[in-house]
Nanobody, 126 residues
Framework: QLQLVESGGGLVQPGGSLRLSCAIS????????IAWFRQAPGQEREAIAC????????NYADSVKRRFTISRDNAKNMVFLQMNRLKPEDTAIYYC???????????????????WGQGTQVTVSS
């Protein structure tokens, strides 16, 4: 069983930055990609960024493109999300999840992911 634990959330002013971490443990052999999702109150969980485990190819939702950067450290089984130029509308609980299907790069389709972490709260407010 794969376990994912998110950390790094907090309160930040608009225009600020945060770096989220996703620690991957347990049976790590088979996952093929990790994605970051977020869910704001009253809204559906949306995928915002993903990265292929072996090819390192990232993919971003339009809402975060050119502001957020996803990266990985396979030796440490960690995936990161650097969030810059944060906006109040970025306020949400952020989750990471794993995709076990072999594919080129990664997908932002929520149904392809499982083994969700517990989430970390990000609040952007002045």
């Amino acid at each position: 069983q794969l376990q994912l634990v998110e950390s790094g959330g907090g309160l930040v002013q608009p225009g600020g930055s945060l770096r989220l971490s996703c620690a991957i443990s347990g049976f790590t052999r088979d996952y093929r990609a990790i994605a970051w999702f977020r869910q704001a109150p009253g809204q559906e969980r949306e995928a915002i960024a993903c990265i292929g485990r072996y090819d390192g190819m990232p993919n971003y939702a339009d809402s975060v493109k050119r502001r957020f950067t996803i990266s990985r450290d396979n030796a440490k089984n960690m995936v990161f999300l650097q969030m810059n130029r944060l906006k109040p509308e970025d306020t949400a609980i952020y989750y990471c999840a794993a995709d076990f299907r072999a594919r080129l790069g990664c997908t932002l389709l929520r149904d392809e992911y499982e083994n969700w972490g517990q989430g970390t709260q990000v609040t952007v407010s002045s």
